[in-house]
C-alpha cells in the first residue's frame, strides 16, 4: 500500500514529492506525459546553445518569496528580463511601428531562471528514486476504497493498478473534471469549482526565434513589441536573450486562437517570421526558431480550455479546490488550485505547500495529544496540551467557516439584500466560529493556578487569540476568491470584486469581532482560574 500517491510531474507534484521525502515519508509520482514539468517545458537552441523557455519563464520576487526561496535553496541563479529600451506598438497593418513609452518597463520587475525553468525541475526531481516516479501513466479512475483510494491507470496500453492511503491530483482542475471517473462521483460544487478553473496559458501558444545577435538593442529598442491591428500573427513580443545578451533571441504569444493556428499550421512559420522583421525590420534573419502550442498538448488543455480561448485570470483559486474530499484521502493541487498566485510557478509551490503541511499536521497530530482523551506527550504540560489543541483546532475551522458563509450569502440574496452581503455574512460567520471556539476552550483542562494575571489579563490569553491570525486571513482570501470566481455574484459588482475600502471595512467588523471573543476569552480563563475544580470537569 502507497502511503501518497502523487498523479502529476509538474512543479506542484514534483515539490510535494520533495517535501514528503525529505520528511521520510512514502510516495509514488505518476504522470502521463514521457517527461516530467508539466506546462514548464525547455529547450535548447543548436545553432546558439541558449536555452529556450516554451512555457513558464518568468517570476517576480518582490510577490512570488515561494519560488525566489525555492532557487535560492536549489542553488540556481536567475536574471532580470531585459526592458531598457523603446517599446514599439503596430496598430496597423500596413504602417510601420511606433515607440511607446511604458513607466517601469512592460515586464514589471520579472526574472528569469538561469538555464531555463526546467533548472528547477531537473533540481527537484534528481533526489528522487527513479523507481518512485512513473512516466506515461495516464489515470482514467479513481475509487474509494475505504481506508485507502484506488488509482486505475493506462500505461503503455496495459492497465495499472495502485492503491494508496491518500492521493494527490497535481494536475489542472479542468482536466480532472473531464478526464477522470470518480467512484463514487464528486459533488457537483467541486465539479461546478472544477469546471470554472481556467488553466492558464492552457489555449495559448509562444515562439521563440534565434539570432546572431540583438540587433533591436543595438537601436534602443527593448524588445518588447504590442501589435493590435486584426492580422496580427503575435500580439506579444519580448526579448528572449540569456544573461549575457551575446545571442539575439525573441519571444511571444500568438494572437491567432487555437483553430486559427490549427487552419494557418503549415504556413505559421512564415507568418511569425514576417511579423518579427515588419517590428524590428528586415535585417532579422532567424537562425533557429521554436514554436509550442499548449493547445494540442492534451495533458494540459481541457476542451473547455480550447473553447474559451483567452480567459480572465484570477489569482486566487476557488476556496472549494483547496478541500480535500473522500474524508481526506483525496486533495486536488497543481498551481490553479493556489490561493495566491494561481496559474504561476508560485501557485504551484502555495499549493503543494498547503498540502504537505496538511499531512504533516495530520502526522503531528497522530504523534501528539488525543483530541479526545486528553492524553499529554511526555514533558508536555496540560496548559500546551490544551492549547496545541485549540490551535489545531481552529486551523481546521476554514472549510466550515466557508460553507457557514455561503449559506448566509445565499440567503440574504435570496432576501432580496443587494448591499454590503459579502459583509454581513462574513461578520455572522465569524460570529459563530467565535462562539464555537469559546466553548472548545470551556470544554479543554487547564491548570491556572501558577499562570500570571496581568493587569486583568490572563498569561494564556494571547496563545488563544493567535491562531485566529492565520483563521481570518485564510478566511477573507477564500471569500475574496469564491466572490471574483461566483457567477451569482457576477451581477453585484461591488460584491464580485471586494474593494479595497470594502475589505477594510470588512476587516473592522472582524477584528471588532475578535475582540469581544478576545474578552471572552480572558474572562473564561480567568474564571477557570478561581475555580480549578470545574476547569477539570
Known amino acids: 500500500m502507497i502511503e501518497t500517491a502523487i498523479v502529476g510531474g509538474g512543479l506542484c507534484g514534483l515539490a510535494l514529492a520533495a517535501q514528503l521525502r525529505r520528511h521520510g515519508a512514502d510516495f509514488e509520482l505518476y504522470d502521463a506525459r514521457q517527461r516530467l514539468g508539466g506546462r514548464i517545458l525547455t529547450v535548447d537552441c543548436k545553432t546558439s546553445g541558449l536555452a529556450i523557455d516554451l512555457g513558464a519563464s518568468w517570476f517576480w520576487p518582490d510577490n512570488q518569496p515561494l519560488i525566489d526561496g525555492l532557487l535560492a535553496e536549489l542553488g540556481l541563479a536567475s536574471y532580470p528580463q531585459h526592458d531598457e529600451g523603446a517599446a514599439l506598438r503596430l496598430a496597423e497593418a500596413d504602417k510601420k511601428p511606433e515607440k511607446i513609452e511604458v513607466s ?25 528514486p527513479a523507481g518512485r516516479i512513473h512516466l506515461g501513466a495516464v489515470l482514467e479512475r479513481l475509487s474509494d476504497g ?60 509562444k515562439a521563440v526565434a534565434t539570432y546572431d545577435r540583438p540587433v533591436w538593442r543595438e537601436t534602443g529598442q527593448s524588445g518588447n513589441a504590442f501589435v493590435s491591428h486584426d492580422q496580427a500573427v503575435f500580439d506579444e513580443i519580448f526579448d528572449a536573450c540569456d544573461a549575457d545578451g551575446r545571442q539575439g533571441a525573441l519571444g511571444g504569444f500568438l494572437a491567432l486562437g487555437p483553430q486559427l493556428r490549427q487552419s494557418f499550421e503549415v504556413g505559421l512559420p512564415l507568418l511569425m517570421q514576417s511579423q518579427l522583421e515588419q517590428v524590428f525590420g528586415g535585417d532579422l534573419v ?37 478541500r480535500a474530499l473522500w474524508a481526506g484521502k483525496l486533495y486536488l493541487g497543481g498551481s490553479e488550485t493556489a490561493a495566491r498566485q494561481a496559474g504561476y510557478m508560485e501557485g504551484a509551490l502555495e499549493a503543494a505547500r498547503r498540502i504537505s503541511r496538511e499531512f504533516l499536521r495530520d502526522t503531528q497530530d497522530d504523534a501528539g495529544v488525543d483530541a479526545t482523551a486528553g ?77 500570571a494575571v496581568e493587569q486583568g489579563r490572563c498569561a494564556l490569553t494571547p496563545l488563544a487569540q493567535k491562531p485566529f491570525g492565520d483563521f481570518l ?65
Not at 293 to 312: K, Q
Open 146 to 205: 475505504g481506508d485507502h483510494v484506488v488509482l486505475h491507470f493506462l500505461q503503455d496500453g496495459k492497465p495499472l493498478v495502485a492503491r494508496a492511503r491518500r492521493v494527490v491530483l497535481a494536475l489542472p482542475p479542468r482536466l480532472v473534471e473531464e478526464r477522470i471517473a470518480f467512484e463514487p462521483a464528486l459533488e457537483e460544487s467541486t465539479r461546478q469549482a472544477m469546471r470554472e478553473a481556467p488553466t492558464w496559458m492552457a489555449s495559448m501558444a
Open 286 to 322: 532567424a537562425r533557429e526558431s521554436h514554436f509550442q502550442d499548449w493547445a494540442t498538448e492534451i495533458e494540459t488543455c481541457s476542451a473547455r480550455d480550447r473553447e474559451n480561448g483567452r480567459e480572465e485570470h484570477n489569482s486566487a483559486a476557488h476556496p472549494m479546490l483547496r
Open 473 to 537: 486571513r485564510q478566511f477573507n482570501a477564500d471569500v475574496v476568491a469564491f466572490n471574483a470566481t461566483s457567477c451569482a455574484l457576477s451581477n453585484f459588482p461591488d460584491e464580485h470584486r471586494l474593494a479595497r475600502e470594502y475589505q477594510q471595512a470588512i476587516f473592522r467588523d472582524l477584528a471588532a469581532a475578535w475582540t469581544e471573543f478576545s474578552l471572552a476569552a480572558n474572562r473564561l480563563l480567568l474564571a477557570k482560574a478561581e475555580n480549578p475544580v470545574g476547569a477539570a470537569s
Open 104 to 128: 517601469g518597463g512592460v515586464h514589471g520587475g520579472a526574472r528569469k531562471i538561469a538555464g531555463g525553468a526546467q533548472q528547477v525541475i531537473d533540481a527537484l526531481a534528481r533526489p528522487l
Open 375 to 451: 492524553q499529554k506527550v511526555p514533558g508536555e504540560d496540560v496548559n500546551a496540551a490544551s492549547l496545541r489543541k485549540f490551535t489545531a483546532w481552529v486551523a481546521g475551522q476554514n472549510d466550515a467557516a466557508f460553507d457557514d458563509y455561503r449559506r448566509r450569502l445565499n440567503a440574504l440574496l435570496a432576501a432580496q439584500h443587494k448591499t454590503q452581503v459579502t459583509q454581513m455574512a462574513m461578520l455572522a460567520t465569524a460570529e459563530h466560529i467565535f462562539a464555537q471556539a469559546l466553548k472548545r476552550l470551556e470544554a479543554l483542562p487547564f491548570e491556572l493556578g501558577g499562570v
